[in-house]
């Protein structure tokens, strides 16, 4: 049997030693804290997951493939520094009946050892990826996988933390269907009355909103027939980061991945329908929803592609903490969308204060 040390496998961005790649990294021309673009990194961090998971469905199925179903809880501890390399670092946490779970450890070296464990490394963000494996004569039917061994604690605890994340998602996708409690509740109940003055100047969701349009050619392809899943985030990400711009005056970074989904693999032809809003704000921090819709080139196909939620933070120049207004859903679904928010911003809370 396999153990997860087996499966670990790593990739070096060299931004220190490539001139070329550092400005490709770049969100502005200029020197300033945190000037990184977070979802060229997205895309890596997919494409190595994919990698790693891919490495050890071969082994036992030739032909087999394997897509991203989610991505959960990207936690970013650290702004990056786009003078120094990155590595990144996989391994297989956890493989159930036709799924794998891969951890990836974001690392910054430091500058002048380039050693990952020094103590001047930095530790940007833990990324944990759900994949599964496919196989068959559409390779669209998923295919079962023999289990990992977790011969050390260790691997044993990366192996439990997995099953256990997997249930609180559960859990946590069926607590968004469960009604308001009285406290959140009383919270839309002041929201809604706020907006009932005839004064009030506050900003209101239904405003807070970006989309764009765009269709997918071959040069997205990843695999046969499907468009990169990591294209399709670092775009969602991207309209994101601008939309939360809106309520964001001095400048906004990323804070966290809450989730990502992809429920529809996405083709050449198909025209995608971008879409991100404000949907909850608190203190400095701003969580921004997008969906991606896909429609098939001959329009008998409408479904929903990818949803995400990203938290972004309002700094200054100095990365200090600047504050954010708050948002005002005057709809049922704003009320959907500001509650859900707000649960998943609640879970992070004691994170997000020290980025």
């Known amino acids: 049997m396999t153990t997860p040390t087996e499966t670990s496998a790593y990739r070096t961005l060299p931004l220190g030693s490539d001139p070329k790649l550092r400005r490709r990294y770049m969100v502005a021309d200029e020197e300033i804290p945190g000037n990184f673009r977070f979802g060229l990194l997205l895309e890596e961090l997919d494409i190595l997951a994919e990698q790693t998971a891919l490495g050890y469905v071969r082994r036992f199925h030739p032909e087999g493939k394997v897509v991203t179903a989610a991505i959960d809880n990207i936690m970013v501890r650290h702004v990056v520094d786009v003078t120094r390399d990155i590595v990144l670092y996989a391994r297989i946490n956890h493989v159930g009946r036709s799924s794998l779970e891969i951890g ?23 990324c944990y990826f759900t994949m599964v494996a496919r196989g068959g004569p559409a390779a669209g039917e998923s295919i079962p996988l023999p289990p990992l061994e977790y011969p050390g604690e260790l691997e044993q605890r990366r192996a439990a933390k997995a099953v256990a994340g997997r249930e609180e998602y559960r859990q946590q996708q069926a607590s968004l269907l469960s009604p308001p409690s009285l406290e959140e509740y009383e919270m839309l109940d002041r929201l809604h009355r706020t907006q009932e003055d005839p004064a009030f ?42 939309c939360s711009e809106q309520v964001a005056a001095n400048r906004s970074i990323i804070a ?46 409408n479904a929903l592609s990818n949803s995400c939620l990203f938290t972004f933070v309002n700094v200054d120049r100095e990365l200090k903490h600047q504050p954010v207004p708050p948002v005002y859903p005057a709809t049922y679904r704003e009320d959907a969308r500001y509650l859900e928010a707000y649960r998943s911003y609640q879970s992070l809370a004691g994170h997000y204060r020290m980025i």
């Not at 910054?108 to 020094?118: E, F, I, L, V």
């Not at 989730?259 to 704000?281: A, C, E, W």
Request: charged fraction near 25%.
């Open 256 to 301: 966290a991945v809450n989730r990502i989904n992809f429920f529809h693999p996405v083709r050449i032809g198909d025209k995608l329908h971008f879409t991100s809003r404000v949907v909850f704000t608190s203190e400095s921090f701003v969580c921004v929803e997008a969906s991606i819709e896909r429609i098939s080139r001959d329009r008998t196909v």
């Open 104 to 126: 990836i450890r974001v690392e910054q070296p430091a500058a002048a050892t380039r050693d990952p464990h020094s103590a001047d490394s930095l530790h940007i963000a833990s």
């Open 201 to 242: 100047a506050g900003i209101r969701a239904g405003r807070l909103v970006t989309d764009a349009w765009e269709r997918m050619y071959p040069e997205q392809e990843y695999v046969p027939q499907r468009i990169f899943g990591g294209y399709l985030i670092r775009r969602a990400y991207e309209l994101s980061a601008i």
